[in-house]
């Protein structure tokens, strides 16, 4: 029997963009753990915008710090001075945000999601960018054990960090339950409250410049589909203005939507409303709202580099993302052709069933294992 800690304060249970990405990963990868009947002991630190979101078993303790550890200034103070301390009688603590304490006093296991700071240090403001690469590379050095979402970010991290692969395993993320076709008439209440027309072009994720949104612009007004908006969701990244100006180049103020950061709640709904996703980023340690929208039957077109290619595998469309005029044949193939899309949609929910918290859970707990010995 293991005792087992998880540095959990980066979940967040409130809406908004920073309950995204990493806090939902270490969100379902903690209930994942939860539901598996082992002889094992886990100790989860939380703060308090997680409280209320779970509830104690008996395999899995939920601790809150009275600190507000949610702002990332007081979370490094936190993981650093106190958790040491916290993690004393542990035989195992896992840090899933690349970052463990330098004085822990029991195995750590890491996870490093992606190494965009080192990739594309220009996306990120000066001060986060050093922060993260330093304590990064202290951190991957220290770890027992590392996991990357994807083979890519594997590779990344033996070759800017320098890890032996043998301490490296790819643990691809589940998909959440919520994530599924949903019945048509849902789906088209849904068009009638948010005023959507029944076709349009959709992309999800932080509008920064890895994301490479500038580039589906591009290629959206090189084809410009008649009543088939672009709508383009989510929050407000690093140096975002670039988008607005390429719409206004493009004289497509009145063709392209913006609604905002998307509730977690919410985006099966657009998912499953929009007559394409398209992904263009130019990285992803894995690339999560590609894989959502193929849970929900959307055709997808994404990247062909970093991880997108081992989400998507052969059940969605892959381009150059430097190569507007590459994305804009494509996207127009899509929309022209019903037949396509439902071909896609089939092959998309196939795909994305293959991944599974379960499955997840199940390799997370045998690199605890190897990390104890």
Known sequence: MLSIGINGQIVTLRSGYRQAGVSRFTEQMIRALQRRDTSDRYSVFLNETARGGFSDSTNMRFHYTGLPAARPAVRILWEQALLP??????????????????????????????????????SFRRGRQRYQAAFTRLSAKRARHIMTDSANTKRDVFGLLSVPPERIEVVYPGMDEGFQPLPPEEVEAFRARKSLP????????????????????????????????????????????????????????????????IDAQELPYWYSAASVFVYPSLYEGFGLPALEAMACGAPVIVSNVSSLPEVVGDAGVQVDPRRADELAEKLAEILQSKAQREQMAAAGVARAASFTWDRAAEQIMHVYQRASR
């Not at 945000?97 to 190494?115: E, G, Q, R, S």
């Not at 509008?207 to 589909?225: D, G, H, M």
Request: proline share 10%; with cysteine; aromatic share 10%.
């Open 85 to 122: 301390a916290l993690a004393a009688r542990l035989d195992v603590l896992h840090c899933p945000m690349n970052v463990v304490p330098l004085l822990a006093p029991c195995p750590p296991v890491l996870t490093i999601h992606d190494l965009t700071f080192l990739r594309y240090p220009e």
């Open 198 to 261: 029944e076709d349009f072009v959709l992309y999800v994720g932080t509008l920064e410049p890895r994301k490479n949104v500038v580039t589906l612009i591009r290629a959206y007004a090189a084809v410009r589909p008649k009543d088939c908006p672009l709508v383009i969701g989510g929050g407000r990244g690093w140096l975002f203005d670039a988008i607005y100006r390429e719409i206004e180049q493009n004289d497509l103020m009145d063709q392209v939507i913006f609604p905002g950061y």
